[in-house]
């Protein structure tokens, strides 16, 4: 059996490695401007340097997920970082658009299985109750604020280097991570293993989802009613529908349907679906203001994200304490409403706003709200799972929370180009305060269709979620300081 020390040395090895792997969700987001001339992106194409990498991040992490129970957690997780190292230098040599949108599709794979490998780790290293949502409060910190980090590292690296070094910058992480993880990080199987894997079910899952994102941003251009658009999503519908078919035949399938039947499990998935829908894009369009509208530049605009990073951990710290006093729905209630009021503060954004009044006000409290709601998520997808089970509900929450950012980022940068595109019938011909009036406006529908998706997410915990689903939880004593 393990000693303390060894269990918490295991702990931030993991945690090393999922922050490299949140973080280059979003460390590209200031950098996007830059990279766009620096590779001739056209503005459609753009946001692909991150919905290529959310979708198979996504898309495969069920896939992982599974492997990680089956293979072992700690030989995936090594696979992993290794895709993701060697990606990301591809990344950072990139000479064109294609090959970078190829590398971040990589990068996204390597993510999909170092995620769920990391935190089954996590929870069949620590028990269930009180040392668990110790280990998980500490890990949903260092993703959550992995998040936020990405947009001030990126800022200094694009401006101080080049935005070739948001992607170098993995390369050291990854080789120390995957060096020590092969010495000091078991690798556990779940006791059952089947003798097949489900790779039909995750070619049509995943290419179902990039299917739907891509008709999703491509319905302003070919037009909602169009032949190609219907044509889309029916095939988009049609692949998802073959994942379902092909999971409740499978002898070893990437899902087993029936653990939706754990309404802790189910509720806080499609809860996390909808909160990353709205939070994660975000991050996207705040960045955009700030330099688009603002006139930051990268390094700035990094900065000004800085208060993101430690309302985040104040944000899940304090998540900790109020798990014990006042329960984790309420928690999480608290977490979601700060989130929606934040957005829609953002959603008047002025063309000539300021940072103090403007944009401060609401990151402070938006990051609060995150570190106060992906504290209790975590810990209620991951409750009341069996260890065989761990690398399939971990697999699913990571999932639902990146394709939850990628649908959101697409439907909401859809919105947000039409309401612009609506305003500035003719843009060659419109000035330059008409051209960021009508880009603000834009926001301004992305931000409030973002609020109306963590609503619905408030709904969807309300409905299923019950005090006796959390019992194991509100029951545990919460410290984010090892005992």
């Known amino acids: 059996m393990r000693s303390e020390p060894n269990r918490w040395l295991v702990l931030v090895l993991v945690c090393i490695a999922q922050f490299m792997v949140v973080l280059d969700a979003t460390i590209v987001n200031v950098a996007l401007p830059s990279i766009q001339r620096g590779l001739h992106f056209s503005p459609t194409s753009l946001q692909w340097i991150v919905n290529g990498y959310t979708l198979m991040f996504g898309g495969f992490l069920l896939l992982g997920?599974?492997?990680?129970?089956?293979?072992?957690?700690?030989?995936?997780?090594?696979?992993?970082?290794?895709?993701?190292?060697?990606?990301?230098?591809?990344?950072?040599?990139?000479?064109?658009?294609?090959?970078?949108?190829?590398?971040?599709?990589?990068?996204?794979?390597?993510?999909?299985?170092?995620?769920?490998?990391?935190?089954?780790?996590?929870?069949?290293?620590?028990?269930?109750?009180?040392?668990?949502?110790?280990?998980?409060?500490?890990?949903?910190?260092?993703?959550?604020?992995?998040?936020?980090?990405?947009?001030v590292i990126g800022g200094?690296?694009?401006?101080?280097?080049?935005?070739?070094?948001?992607?170098?910058?993995?390369?050291?992480?990854?080789?120390?991570?995957?060096?020590?993880?092969?010495?000091?990080?078991?690798?556990?199987?779940?006791?059952?293993?089947?003798?097949?894997?489900?790779?039909?079910?995750?070619?049509?899952?995943?290419?179902?989802?990039?299917?739907?994102?891509?008709?999703?941003?491509?319905?302003?251009?070919?037009?909602?009613?169009?032949?190609?658009?219907?044509?889309?999503?029916?095939?988009?519908?049609?692949?998802?529908?073959?994942?379902?078919?092909?999971?409740?035949?499978?002898?070893?399938?990437?899902?087993?349907?029936?653990?939706?039947?754990?309404?802790?499990?189910?509720?806080?998935?499609?809860?996390?679906?909808?909160?990353?829908?709205?939070?994660?894009?975000?991050?996207?369009?705040?960045?955009?203001y700030m330099q688009e509208i603002l006139g930051y530049r990268p390094l700035k605009a990094g900065f000004a994200f800085v208060p993101f990073t430690l309302g985040i951990i104040i944000g899940a710290i304090a998540s900790q304490a109020l798990i014990r006093r006042i329960g984790i729905r309420a928690v999480t209630f608290i977490g979601i409403t700060m989130g929606t009021a934040g957005l829609l503060y953002f959603a008047r954004l002025p063309t000539h706003g300021t940072y103090l009044r403007d944009l401060l006000p609401t990151i402070v409290v938006v990051s609060i709200g995150m570190g106060m709601t992906f504290v209790p998520l975590t810990l209620l997808a991951t409750t009341n799972v069996q260890a065989e089970d761990a690398g399939l509900a971990s697999g699913l929450f990571n999932t639902s929370q990146q394709v939850g950012g990628a649908l959101g980022l697409a439907i909401l940068s859809t919105l947000a180009a039409s309401r612009t595109s609506n305003l500035l019938p003719h843009p060659a011909l419109a000035s330059i305060a008409m051209h960021g009036a009508a880009l603000t406006k834009g926001y301004h529908v992305a931000f409030a269709v973002g609020a109306a998706m963590l609503i619905g997410a408030l709904v969807v915990l309300a409905v299923t979620i019950r005090k006796r689903d959390v019992e194991q939880i509100d029951g545990g004593q919460v410290s984010l300081t090892p005992a």
């Open 65 to 151: 997920g599974r492997l990680s129970d089956l293979l072992g957690r700690q030989r995936l997780f090594i696979a992993g970082v290794i895709v993701f190292t060697i990606a990301s230098l591809v990344n950072g040599l990139a000479t064109s658009a294609d090959v970078l949108i190829a590398g971040r599709a990589c990068q996204g794979l390597g993510g999909a299985l170092v995620s769920p490998a990391a935190l089954s780790i996590v929870t069949t290293t620590f028990s269930e109750g009180a040392e668990r949502t110790k280990a998980l409060g500490v890990w949903s910190a260092i993703a959550a604020g992995g998040a936020a980090a990405g947009l």
């Open 156 to 288: 200094f690296l694009t401006e101080t280097f080049s935005w070739r070094w948001v992607f170098f910058v993995n390369l050291p992480i990854g080789v120390a991570a995957a060096l020590l993880s092969l010495r000091f990080v078991p690798n556990s199987r779940a006791d059952e293993r089947p003798e097949t894997y489900d790779a039909a079910g995750a070619v049509t899952v995943t290419g179902g989802l990039l299917v739907l994102v891509f008709a999703i941003v491509k319905a302003q251009s070919y037009g909602w009613g169009s032949a190609k658009t219907a044509g889309l999503f029916v095939l988009a519908l049609a692949l998802l529908t073959a994942f379902v078919v092909i999971e409740r035949r499978s002898k070893a399938p990437l899902i087993r349907l029936g653990i939706f039947g754990m309404r802790s499990l189910s509720g806080s998935n499609a809860a996390m679906l909808l909160v990353a829908s709205g939070l994660f894009a975000m991050f996207y369009f705040a960045s955009l």
